[in-house]
């Protein structure tokens, strides 16, 4: 079965940085669309980053645009969210989302229910 795993959360100052990764396992495609979502107490998960893995197009929201880099390592079922210029409305629960199914439809799949499979979360928390 598949498993995400994500790392790298923390508690940072304004303007500072971090790198979050996730370890996928369990699919042997090399076919996928991941992403990297974000939740705030009280508010909706939205999409942040995603990526087409074999192909390595990206799309970002505005609100991140510039901030964010999504990455995959080698092998490729590493995934990074290099995050900067941190600010305190980017404090949430970031996860980390998989869908096989569907890769092919990656540009438009920014919503939570069009990926398949999660990680449990990395918390980032940004004080001003």
């Known amino acids: 079965q598949v498993q995400l795993v994500e790392s790298g959360g923390g508690s940072v100052q304004a303007g500072g940085s971090l790198r979050l990764s996730c370890t996928a396992s369990g699919y042997t495609t090399n076919r996928a669309c991941m992403g990297w979502f974000r939740q705030a107490p009280g508010k909706a998960r939205e999409a942040v980053a995603r990526?087409?893995?074999?192909?390595?197009?990206?799309w970002y929201p505005g609100s991140v645009q510039g901030r964010f880099t999504i990455s995959q390592g080698n092998p490729k079922n590493t995934l990074y969210l290099q995050v900067n210029n941190l600010q305190p409305e980017d404090t949430a629960m970031y996860y980390c989302a998989a869908e096989i199914r569907t890769w092919f439809a990656c540009s438009s799949l920014t919503s939570p229910a069009s990926f398949s499979y999660w990680g449990q979360g990395t918390q980032v928390t940004v004080s001003s």
């Open positions: 990526i087409l893995s074999g192909d390595g197009r990206t």
